[in-house]
C-alpha cells in the first residue's frame, strides 16, 4: 500500500462481523486457564496479553501502524515521547558510553542527557549537525548519536542521509526524532537511520488531546526498549492508544495543509515590519534550504520560528492582541499556536545556551494549525501592528 492507504488501514485488520472501529479494550490484566498458555504469553512464544504495563490491544494497534508508516520492523509506544527517548537511549547504551547530540535538539532531551545521564558516567557531546565534519568527529567512539528531522525551535534540517552514513561508517547507531515531520514527510530509516522516535502527541494524535510517544525500529532494537519501558514503567494506556491511531487515520491530510498553511504564514510574516527573521525549513539560506527540500520533498509540516527585536514586552503584546491565535506550550493541534521556548520548551537551559542556540528573547514557535490561511495572516498583523 501507499503512505495514504497505510496511514487509513495500518495496524488493524477487520474481519467480517467486528466493529469497523477499534474498541477500546480497557483492561489491567487478561485471565487464563491454562499455565502453559499463559507462560507461553508473557514470555512472548505466543501472541496475546497478558497485563496491561506490558501489552493491550489498542497500544500494539498503533505500533504496528507507526511501524508500517515508518518502513521499520517493530513499533513500541511509551507514556510519552521524552519516555519513548529514554527508552530507546538505555537500549541502545545500556551501560555509560559516549552519546552526540545535536545540540538543537528539544531542551528536555538535553536535560535528560546532561541532568540524568552524564552523572552516572555517560559521556554527552553535543554537535551542530548541520556541520557534517562536526558530526563525524562527535560519532567517532560513540555508541548513539541522536538528532531531529526538523530541529525546535528554529526548524532546521539535517542531511539525515548523510549523517546516516557516517554513522554505519563509524559504527554509530543513529535515532532521529521525527516528531516535527511525521512519517508522511520524512521517513528517516529509508535515509540511513538506526531508529525513529516520535511524541505521538504531536501531529501522529493531532488533536491536543493525548500523551504519548512511539519508537520504531528493529526486533532486537524494539524488543531491548521494551524491557527498560516495562521495568520503568513508561507504558501507554489503551485510551489514549485508541486516540492516537485515530488522530493517525487522517495524519496524511492534516501534513498537506499543516505545511501549506505554515509556509504561507511564514512568508506573510517576513514582510511584516515588527518581525525580524523568520526560520522555516523552506525559507532558509540556500544551502539549509537545499537540504530541508530534499529532505522532506513532500513539505514541512507546520512548524516554524520567528524572532521579535523587541524581545519580551513584544511578545506580550502580540499575545494580547490576538483574536484567533492563541498561546500554549506544546504544538500539532488542528488550532494554530504559539509558544514562547524562553519559559516553555528550552526553560530548562540557562540563558547563555538558549543564546548559543539562536534562541533569543524575541524568538516565538509558530505551531499552524488547518485554518483558513488568510484568518491567520490577518490575526497576526493586528496582532503584531504595535509591536
Request: with cysteine; net charge negative; charged share 20%.
Amino acid at each position: 500500500m501507499r503512505p495514504d492507504s497505510r496511514a487509513v488501514h495500518a495496524g488493524r485488520e477487520v474481519r467480517a462481523r467486528e466493529p469497523l472501529a477499534p474498541p477500546i479494550v480497557q483492561a489491567s490484566v487478561y485471565v487464563f486457564d491454562d499455565l502453559e498458555d499463559y507462560d507461553a504469553v508473557a514470555s512472548g512464544r505466543s501472541p496475546g496479553h497478558a497485563y496491561g504495563r506490558h501489552s493491550n490491544e489498542n497500544v500494539a494497534s498503533l505500533e504496528e501502524a507507526v511501524a508500517a508508516l515508518e518502513g521499520a520492523e517493530e513499533g513500541m509506544a511509551a507514556a510519552s515521547g521524552m519516555a519513548a527517548i529514554f527508552c530507546a537511549v538505555l537500549a541502545f547504551c545500556p551501560r555509560p558510553s559516549t552519546i552526540a547530540v545535536a545540540g538543537t535538539a528539544y531542551g528536555t532531551t538535553l536535560a535528560m542527557l546532561h541532568k540524568d545521564l552524564e552523572p552516572l558516567g555517560y559521556v554527552i557531546r553535543e554537535v551542530d549537525t548541520g556541520d557534517l565534519a562536526a558530526v563525524a568527529q562527535a560519532v567517532d567512539g560513540a555508541g548513539l548519536l541522536i538528532c531531529e528531522t526538523i530541529s525546535n525551535p528554529l526548524c532546521r534540517v539535517p542531511d539525515l542521509k548523510a549523517i546516516g552514513r557516517l554513522g554505519r561508517q563509524s559504527g554509530t547507531a543513529v535515532l532521529v526524532d521525527n516528531t516535527f515531520a511525521s512519517p508522511m514527510l520524512c521517513r528517516p530509516l529509508e535515509l540511513g537511520a538506526t531508529a525513529v522516535v516520535h511524541s505521538a502527541t504531536k501531529y501522529i494524535g493531532g488533536h491536543s488531546d493525548l500523551l504519548a510517544g512511539v519508537l520504531a525500529g528493529s526486533h532486537e532494537l524494539v524488543a531491548a526498549a521494551r524491557s527498560v519501558m516495562i521495568r520503568t514503567g513508561g507504558s501507554l494506556g489503551p485510551f489514549e492508544a485508541w486516540l492516537a491511531l485515530r488522530g493517525l487515520r487522517t495524519l496524511h491530510l492534516r501534513m498537506s495543509r499543516h505545511s501549506a498553511n505554515g509556509l504561507r504564514l511564514a512568508e506573510a510574516l517576513r514582510e511584516l515590519p515588527a518581525v525580524g527573521a523568520v526560520h522555516h525549513p523552506l525559507l532558509d539560506e540556500p544551502a539549509r534550504r537545499e537540504v530541508a527540500a530534499r529532505i522532506l520533498p513532500n513539505g514541512s509540516g507546520g512548524m516554524f520560528a520567528f524572532d521579535l527585536p523587541g524581545g519580551r514586552p513584544s511578545v506580550q503584546a502580540m499575545l494580547s492582541r490576538f483574536g484567533l491565535v492563541r498561546f500554549a506550550a506544546s504544538l500539532a493541534g488542528v488550532e494554530t499556536t504559539v509558544s514562547y521556548p524562553e519559559i516553555t520548551s528550552h526553560r530548562s537551559l540557562t540563558p547563555d545556551e538558549r543564546l548559543a542556540r539562536g534562541i533569543t528573547s524575541g524568538t516565538v514557535r509558530v505551531s499552524t494549525g488547518l485554518e483558513d490561511p488568510d484568518d491567520l495572516i490577518e490575526d497576526f498583523r493586528q496582532a503584531l501592528a504595535e509591536c
